[in-house]
Structure formats: C-alpha cells, structure tokens
C-alpha cells in the first residue's frame, strides 16, 4: 500500500560530521513534504520544507533534497551537534487534506 | 514555542470513562490537525478540521469524536476509552490546508489506568 517510510530506524554520528537521513515515499502525487524534529516528550517542531517544484532548500544548518524521479527525501544535517539528537519525521501532504508521517529515524550524537 | 496551545498536558483517567482534550491554534491558522502517537511509535493522523468543517478523517475510532469551534479552538473527545488509547495526543495547526507549514503543540499525553 501507499506509504511514507524511512530507509534507517536509528543513525548514529559523531559530534561534527554532517548527518543525511532518508525517507522515501510511494505516492507521485505528492506536492509537499515537511521534515520534523521530535525529542523525548515533546512535540514534533518544524524544521524544514519543501514543494514538489523544488529538488533542493536550504536552512540553517539543514539541507532538504527531494528526488521526484525515485520518489526520495532527504534531511542532510551540517555539522551534528548534541542538541541534534532526536527522532525525525518525514511527512508527505496528499490531497489537500491531511499530513502522513513516516515511522521516523531515531539520530544519536556522539560526543 | 510553537504557538499551539494543548491542555491539560497530562491526564490520568479510568477505562469506561471520557475526557475532552483541547487545543488552541496559532493565531490566525485555520486548519486544526489531531495526531496520536502512542509509545515508539510515529503519528496517526486522526481528524482534520479547516474553518470549523470536518475535511479528512484518518484512523478515529468511533469512540472518539473532534470539532472546531468559531473561535477555531478545537477539542478531541475520547469516550469509553480503554487501556490501548493511552497515548500522546498532539494538535498541530497551519495557515490553510496541508500545503503550509503546520506546527505542532506540545501534547497531552493520556494514561488510561
């Protein structure tokens, strides 16, 4: 069935290096993905998005890419710090009407 | 801050019984989303709302049931719950439907005993 899931449950980097994780998605017909940031206990915070007329944005520190040709998303993270480590959601809008989330990639930070 | 408001940001209840949750949207959003997450797992879309109208249902039980009001508040109820529904509820908003950013509150998290 139609899905939005994530190619790693768990990434583990080191303090400095530059973290990529992956998400793929099923439905072509998706215009508009958001990448979220979720630590232990709090809610999902926005960190960055992207429309389907777009293979690439920039943030701080935050890269997404978008390949609509294999239907692929990523989150690219420059220079991991501590305060990076949590669990990031992909989510897809289809339809207008609702967001759906992948399973989420659990990042860990080494000191 | 976000700027969604969700209270009570805990709630311990007794199977058979019904809360009410609620959320507070940013100013100016007008679509409200609910989402359960229970215990390492990633978000269940359950009810969106967009002006005060119902425009997607995902995976709500029929036990439980949302509105928006005219101020665009909006609550979640849960009714005869049981031990499966404790969860966190979170409330996310956006400007229009999902084609805009949504930010999400900080949740309630339910513990049905």
């Known amino acids: 069935g139609e899905s939005v899931g994530l190619h790693l449950p768990t990434l583990s980097v080191q303090e400095g290096d530059n973290s990529i994780i992956n998400c793929a998605y099923s439905?072509?017909?998706?215009?508009?993905f958001i990448w979220y940031k979720q630590e232990s206990g709090k809610g999902p915070q926005f960190i960055i998005d992207?429309?389907?007329?777009?293979d690439k944005r920039q943030g701080q520190r935050v890269t997404v890419l978008l390949n609509k040709t294999v239907k692929h998303l990523s989150l690219q993270i420059a220079a991991t710090q501590p305060g990076d480590s949590a669990v990031y959601f992909c989510?897809?809008?289809?339809?207008?009407?609702?967001?759906?989330f992948g399973t989420g990639t659990s990042l860990t930070v080494i000191p | 801050d976000s700027g969604v408001t969700q209270t009570p940001k805990h709630l311990i209840t007794a199977t058979g019984q019904r809360v009410t949750l609620r959320c507070s949207p940013r100013?100016?959003?007008?679509?409200v989303y609910w989402y359960q997450q229970s215990l390492d797992q990633g978000l269940q879309f359950l009810i969106h709302?967009?002006?005060?109208?119902?425009?997607a249902k995902g995976n709500i039980l029929e036990r439980f049931s949302a509105q928006q009001f005219p101020d665009l508040h909006s609550e979640l109820n849960l009714s005869s719950l049981e031990l499966g529904d404790s969860a966190l509820y979170f409330c996310?908003?956006?400007?229009?439907?999902?084609?805009?950013?949504?930010?999400f509150g900080q949740g309630t998290r339910l513990t049905v005993v």
């Open positions: 992207i429309r389907s007329n777009m």
């Open positions: 439905n072509s017909a998706s215009d508009y």
């Open positions: 709302y967009y002006n005060g109208e119902e425009r």
């Open positions: 989510a897809e809008a289809r339809g207008g009407n609702q967001f759906y």
């Open positions: 100013s100016g959003d007008l679509s």
């Open positions: 996310a908003s956006s400007v229009w439907g999902p084609n805009t950013e949504a930010f």
